[in-house]
């Protein structure tokens, strides 16, 4: 491994430049995800709505976004499959080029059957670039310096769900109707986009250099590395189950908080999802500053703990605090929070196994427990809900418990360096 004056490994000429290349993949890629967010089923008759326009009921609408994350559930191991067999810059234009094919035929699906394979194929772009793009960066960046670009990449679905919240509409009312429904303009628009994507990613992404690849996936020894590799650490299964609490509060939030703020006289509608606009806006910037600050920071699982341990309380207060001007500290505080923790939640995912090549099966693990929780939280949130009576506020405590759940697992859990040995950090 090639090292600096100073004995310590060094970044590839050319690391950044792969870093933005895949990151701007994923922003693309999860415009796709959400694109459907604010078209899906609005109970506006004037308004765009792929429910009304396709005949779909709730079960089927909700299935649009869900499926999102039930493929990428499917594909994380396989994912790592395709980044031994044929490499990141192969499988992650493979991921894009399964996105575009999917938006192609929901730009001509006129039917609740066509609509769903669309979004299912687009899935699988999304299932692949989860895994691929952390997994680049893994390979270009030494782990001292992996803070700033692992922080960056933290934040793609957020701007994913920002450019869905203040750009579909105005996307959708841009163009008319050309192909049949004014939604469908979201397609056409994704379709362009991943196009320069695919552009940008075939000219830029590559495999570090021999001897400067900090992932060691091309190791003449990698082949006795199964895609499983991380599976049969037990170490790897606390980190997991940190990501699956994770989560399920999370997700628990995204679907719920805008409308405890309506229930609660907090914002009407309009304004609770500005709100929740937001919060991701923050986070998309804070994830970048917090990537920074993280290649600063020596003690970076200790950092991630207390950090987990905060965002445990503003869990449970989001749902406990009422009117405006509580609300807005408590929006502001959580997104801080949050991109302190999705900056070290993926910046020491790769870390969580003593052998460096099985960094990409550690990631798709990750991937799967997140998601795993991603899914389930929503629809736990709402049985919550109804559990109690319709009292919104009782979710606080949800949210906090599965928090605090990820809390203990990162205090438990142990962080390697390039060579397998443990670190306290």
């Known amino acids: 491994m090639v ?14 430049v792969v870093m933005l290349s895949v990151f701007l ?15 899906l089923a609005s109970p506006d008759p004037t308004a765009p709505s792929i429910a009304r326009d396709l005949a779909l009921d709730n079960a089927t609408a909700g299935w649009l976004m869900s499926l999102f994350t039930l493929v990428g ?9 395709i980044i031994k067999k044929w490499g990141i810059k192969v499988g992650g234009l493979v991921a894009l080029v399964f996105a575009v094919v999917g938006g192609i035929i929901g730009v001509f699906a006129d039917s609740a059957t066509a609509i769903i394979i669309a979004r299912i194929i687009e899935g699988f772009g999304l299932g692949f670039i989860g895994v691929i793009a952390p997994s680049a960066i893994a390979m270009w960046f030494p782990i001292e310096k ?21 750009f579909g509409i105005p996307i959708t009312n841009a163009f008319g109707d050309a192909f049949g429904y004014a939604w469908k303009n979201l397609w056409i628009v994704g379709i362009v986009l991943l196009i320069i994507s695919i552009v940008i990613y075939a000219v830029f992404v590559k495999v570090p250099p021999a001897g400067e690849n900090h992932a060691d996936l091309n190791d003449e020894t990698d082949g006795k590395v199964s895609i499983f590799a991380a599976c049969k650490y037990k170490n790897a299964w606390i980190m997991a189950l940190a990501g699956f609490a994770f989560g399920i509060s999370n ?21 609770a999802n500005n709100m929740t606009g937001a919060m991701y806006l923050i986070e998309c910037i804070g994830c970048i500053v917090f990537g920074f600050i993280l290649n600063a920071i020596t003690k970076r699982r200790r950092f991630m ?16 605090v009422s009117g405006i001007p509580g609300a807005l ?71 906090c418990g599965a928090q605090l759940v990820a809390t203990v697992c990162y205090a438990l859990v142990k962080m390697y360096d390039a060579k397998g040995v443990a670190q306290n950090i």
């Open 3 to 16: 090292e600096d004056s100073k004995g310590k490994a060094k970044t590839p000429k050319g690391a950044w």
């Open 25 to 39: 993949a994923g922003i693309v890629m999860a415009f796709a995800q959400y694109k459907v967010t604010g078209v």
């Open 73 to 81: 559930i499917f594909l994380a191991f396989p994912a790592v499959a």
């Open 146 to 166: 992996r803070g700033a670009p692992m922080g960056i990449w933290s934040s793609w679905q957020m701007w994913g769900i920002c450019a869905s919240f203040f």
């Open 251 to 271: 997700s628990t939030v995204i679907a719920w908080i805008s409308p405890f703020w309506q229930a609660s006289g907090t914002a009407d509608a309009i304004m």
């Open 305 to 320: 703990v207390v950090n987990s341990l905060i965002w445990a309380v503003a869990f449970f207060l989001m749902f406990r």
């Open 329 to 399: 500290i408590m929006l502001v505080v959580y997104s801080v929070v949050e991109s302190g923790y999705c900056a070290a939640m993926w910046t020491l995912c790769p870390q969580a196994v003593p052998d460096a090549r099985a960094g990409a099966s550690m990631v798709a693990m990750f991937t799967v427990a997140v998601d795993l929780g991603m899914m389930l939280g929503s629809p736990l949130g709402g049985m919550f809900i109804d559990a109690f009576s319709g009292e919104f506020g009782a979710l606080a405590y949800m949210v």
